[in-house]
């Protein structure tokens, strides 16, 4: 068992051969943390870890104790009025208003496994043996409330998931004003903050700062987890990069409002909190309710970043991602959004079909535009029956030539979403997440429906049920086009307004789970314009998610590098649009835009019926070269060899699990005068495996066979293309250039 109890110390100690985290019930009875790092030896006592040593001005909760301050301990899940000043874990309102709590250890249960969250996603073990758990149970007896803080740790993972439960056995009930996931006191300062930040079109750029004195973090209070930032925070060492030091990742499974803050106090002290926003959160308990927060996951590393986030990949990909496509390689699509924004029919879409079908695409995707009347983004969202005018079989019809034609078919919803000119607006106004007495604001003549109201969530259901159950449907891309604004549930009353946010999230994940277990072979792609919700959330759900609407493959490195901190390749959507792009107008070669998109689900989202017949037989090799490496793409190892956001080059490679193979790409965006020499160095390989070196595309260049530590610490020449055009090499023919290197182990050629 991974987790011991010392009865003597009262310390419980949660280990794997990598990590460790000690926590201990103070002499108060409140828990207090010690320890959360690179595995220790298990002892009965590490309580000299904690720092009792008096500060002047500290409050001091026991008689006669001068040296006993919440101000200044580590704690586990502080609270409130308790002498601590600092940001609290949880805030708890009482019937007479007040918020002073005192919570103390009641006992505890440990058990191998992991229990599921109820209505919530969490990362979950297949067999008992893979994980355990501990629950330590709080109690205010004065006001007959428990908090069970629940720990558990993984066995083969760096990793410790945390949540919290509060339940309420009072006649007049509590109200809670902010319950984070979990709470972690760290002994010193000397860390950096990381954070992935953006906007639309420039999701997840990594963005790094020194912890400073106070409150710095990241957060949404969008309703979803947004294009600004993204539920992660990493603290690493000062002298930590990809590949060596310490570094802390913390990830929240949720994907509406969130707050992921780190504060260091004066004595340098420092707090991370992670959990929902309590912006407008006020949740009523009454007597025999529960409330349970949503998972924070927390991974260590000694090895650097790059380390942290093949953790997070491995563990995301196979025990937060559920159901039928979670092993399976992803199909390649083609989505007709880029080729025909709305303006397409029956005739149009069979024609990029077909041609689709003839290069060997697996899946045709049918886009925003299908239903209602709508020929444009100012009608028809929430009226989910076919435009007949466009489609005259319906999406029945449709779907089934597709099939004819020897491919999947799929489709996108934006289920959360209307149009005032829509047939459900009409019927319900009411059903607006807005205050309709006001005005509001409306994004891309677009409203949020209230999906706190399970009335709403039924209908939708009733809608995507019906058009999903009669036409054959093997993909859904479900988008959220816009941001909350107005936040009001009409018709409900003052206490349910402090709910609303939450349970608007937990509609959705309760439309997306009845989905899924009647129609478990769909393969879900999550997409909120763009990567407005790239979350652990959603992959609980859907196991791809639309990366960003921006196509552009410059522009792309740079996000799918930063998205990949967190998130698997095989999360990633990724398509080969068209050049010029339509988000930033540049001109990139198809090769180019292939050896970005690889690294991902991989489709296209251009009108090829259009594209003269060499690019067709260029793409036509792409999906060749896809069909061949994707299971090593989608399933093996992903390491980030130079980052985008640190010069003009930039490469990153994946390798199989067994070593046997990998790709490394580079990219170059523009091209310099006279340029120096460039190295790439593998990583990941096994030292005296022979390997043999293939450029894919361009010039194809057979580089020789090498030993793993050549290519790993003597590296691989990217800026030496002998081949070229009219004597001039490759290398020296323009910006935005990328070479794809296949490298396979000898004895297995
Ligand atoms: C935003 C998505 O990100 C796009 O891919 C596309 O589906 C549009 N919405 C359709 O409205």
Same mark, same amino acid.
């Given at each position: 068992m991974a987790i011991q109890f010392h009865e003597k110390s009262k310390e419980f100690h949660l280990f794997n051969d990598k990590i460790s985290y000690i926590i201990k019930v103070l002499e108060n009875g409140q828990l207090g943390h010690v320890y959360y790092g690179k595995h220790l030896t298990d002892r009965e006592e590490f309580g000299y870890l904690i720092e009792y040593a008096r500060r002047d001005m500290a409050p001091y909760p026991m008689e006669g104790r001068s040296n006993f301050s919440l101000e200044h301990l580590k704690q586990e899940y502080p609270t409130y009025g308790s002498g601590d000043t600092r940001y609290p874990a949880f805030e708890l309102e009482q019937a007479d208003g007040s918020r002073v709590v005192n919570f103390t250890y009641k006992g505890h249960r440990i058990f191998p496994g992991k229990k599921e969250l109820e209505g919530l996603p969490a990362v979950y073990v297949? !067999?008992?043996?893979e994980a355990d758990t501990l629950e330590v149970v709080l109690e205010d007896e004065m006001i007959r409330t428990k908090i069970i803080l629940s720990y558990t740790i993984f066995r083969k993972f760096p990793v410790i998931t945390r949540h919290a439960r509060f339940e309420c056995d009072l006649e007049e009930g509590v109200t809670l004003l902010n319950c984070m996931s979990g709470s972690l006191d760290l002994p010193d300062k000397e860390y950096e903050m990381v954070e992935l930040a953006g906007a639309w079109n420039r999701e997840r750029y990594p963005h790094t700062r020194e912890l400073g004195y106070g409150i710095q973090g990241v957060y949404s209070m969008r309703g979803c987890s947004s294009h600004q930032f993204n539920p992660f925070l990493m603290l690493r060492r000062k002298q930590a990069d990809e590949s060596s030091g310490e570094v802390l990742g913390f990830s929240l499974v949720y994907s509406g409002d969130f707050l992921a803050q780190v504060e260091v106090d004066n004595f340098d002290v420092t707090r991370v909190v992670m959990g929902i926003h309590p912006n407008e959160f006020r949740w009523e308990l009454g007597k025999g309710e529960e409330f349970q927060t949503p998972e924070m996951v927390m991974v260590y590393s000694d090895k650097g970043m790059n380390a942290m986030s093949q953790v997070f990949h491995e563990l995301y990909r196979t025990r937060l991602a559920r159901g039928t496509w979670r092993e399976k390689e992803r199909p390649i699509l083609i989505n007709n959004w880029e080729a025909t924004y709305f303006d397409f029919n029956e005739e149009k879409i069979l024609q990029i079909a077909e041609k689709a079908k003839q290069i060997g695409v697996e899946l045709f995707v049918l886009d925003d535009g299908w239903f209602g009347k709508r020929d444009g983004d100012n009608c028809s969202l929430g009226d989910w029956y076919p435009n007949l005018k466009k489609l005259p079989g319906g999406i029945k019809g449709l779907a089934e030539k597709i099939e004819a034609l020897g491919m999947k078919f799929g489709l996108w919803f934006e289920p959360e979403m209307t149009n005032k000119d829509s047939d459900l607006f009409r019927s319900h106004p009411d059903w607006l997440l807005a205050d309709i007495r006001r005005t509001y604001c409306h994004s891309r003549n677009q409203y949020v429906l209230d999906f706190s109201k399970e009335e709403v969530v039924d209908y939708i259901y009733r809608q995507m049920r019906k058009v999903l159950g009669e036409a054959p449907v093997s993909y859904v891309k479900w988008d959220m086009n816009r941001a909350f604004s107005e936040v009001f549930s009409n018709g409900r009353g003052k206490n349910w307004q402090g709910k609303v946010r939450h349970q608007y999230i937990l509609g959705v994940y309760s439309l997306y789970e009845r989905l899924i277990r009647e129609f478990p072979d769909i393969l879900f792609e999550s997409c909120a314009s763009g990567g407005a919700r790239f979350d652990p959330g959603m992959l609980y759900y859907a196991p791809q998610a639309w990366t960003s609407d921006n196509t552009d493959a410059v522009e792309r490195v740079k996000i799918q590098y930063g998205t990949s901190y967190v998130y698997p390749i095989s999360s990633m959507g990724s398509h080969v649009s068209a050049s010029p792009n339509h988000q930033v107008f540049r001109n990139t070669s198809l090769e180019m835009r292939g050896n970005v998109a690889y690294f991902g689900t991989f489709g296209y989202e251009l009108d090829i019926s259009k594209l003269p017949e060499e690019e067709l037989e260029m793409m036509k090799e792409q999906i060749r070269f896809m069909k061949q490496h994707r299971k090593m793409i989608q399933q093996g190892v992903f390491y980030r060899? !130079?980052?985008?956001f640190e010069g003009n080059n930039s490469a990153w490679q994946v390798i199989s699990s067994d070593k046997r193979e990998a790709l490394m790409a580079y990219f170059r965006t523009l091209q310099p005068a006279q340029g120096k020499f460039e190295r790439i160095y593998l990583k990941g390989l096994e030292e005296t495996a022979q390997y043999e070196v293939r450029e894919c595309f361009g010039a194809r260049m057979d580089l020789g066979v090498h030993y793993g530590d050549e290519l790993m610490y003597a590296g691989l020449s990217v800026s030496d293309c002998a081949a070229g055009v009219d004597g001039i090499a490759r290398e020296q023919q323009g910006d935005f250039f990328s070479r794809l290197f296949y490298v396979k182990k000898v004895e297995d050629r």
């Open positions: 297949e !067999k008992e043996n060899l !130079k980052s985008p």
